[in-house]
T-cell receptor, first 115, second 116 residues
């Protein structure tokens, strides 16, 4: 069975500072990895995804993530955050067609950007 | 296309009542998923459809829950005899199945259920 652990439940940072949100996963098969963002009372929006190929993935709003197979990690980074990046961030894993492409999510990391 | 649409956005119901939620996926998407998200947690998978066929149900989906997708278009999720523990955000997502690579699941805005 697949599982996802987000190592930080809350991350406070100052505006224009860099940020890293950590995600580790476990699975017995090859996986696809995703980061989603959720604003209050909204659905989830995809930030970026890793399917195959280059381990450094770039997404929307200046975010990027690096897939590390040996460490089973997929950490999300942004070099300079903005107030508008304040939101809940979810890491998710899929085992692809072996599980109907359903997603298993971590518990989320609340990113709060302070002025 | 305006994306995945869910109705209603909010529902308050008394314990013991039945409720039904609707999800309209992106028109060309043949896969539709239901997830439940409780406060402070990540979404949890409930069930999914490929066209009109319900292919998997989580053990979270008790016998009080039923989901349908007639004609492979919109889907409904019904909860019978609601309990306070059913209070959550119910999220619908759709995707186009492309083999061999996975594709993005597009989420709706969710239906927030409060059972009082």
């Amino acid at each position: 069975a697949q599982s996802v652990t987000q190592l930080d439940s809350q991350v406070p940072v100052f505006e224009e500072a860099p940020v890293e949100l950590r995600c580790n996963y476990s699975s017995s098969v090859s996986v696809y990895l995703f980061w989603y963002v959720q604003y209050p009372n909204q659905g989830l929006q995809l930030l970026l995804k890793y399917l195959s190929g280059s381990t450094l993935v770039k997404g929307i709003n200046g975010f990027e993530a690096e897939f590390n197979k040996s460490q089973t990690s997929f950490h999300l980074r942004k070099p300079s955050v903005h107030i508008s990046d304040t939101a809940e961030y979810f890491c998710a894993v899929s085992e692809g067609e072996t599980s109907g492409s359903r997603l298993t999510f971590g518990e989320g990391t609340q990113l709060t950007v302070n002025p | 296309d305006t994306g995945v649409s869910q109705d209603p956005r909010h529902k308050i119901t008394k314990r013991g009542q039945n409720v039904t939620f609707r999800c309209d996926p992106i028109s060309e998407h043949n896969r539709l998923y239901w997830y439940r998200q409780t406060l402070g947690q990540g979404p949890e998978f409930l069930t999914y459809f490929q066209n009109e066929a319900q292919l998997e149900k989580s053990r979270l989906l008790s016998d009080r829950f039923s989901a349908e997708r007639p004609k492979g278009s919109f889907s409904t999720l019904e909860i019978q005899r609601t309990e306070q523990g059913d209070s959550a955000m119910y999220l619908c997502a759709s995707s186009a199945r492309v083999v061999p690579t996975n594709t993005e699941a597009f989420f709706g805005q969710g239906t927030r259920l409060t059972v009082v």
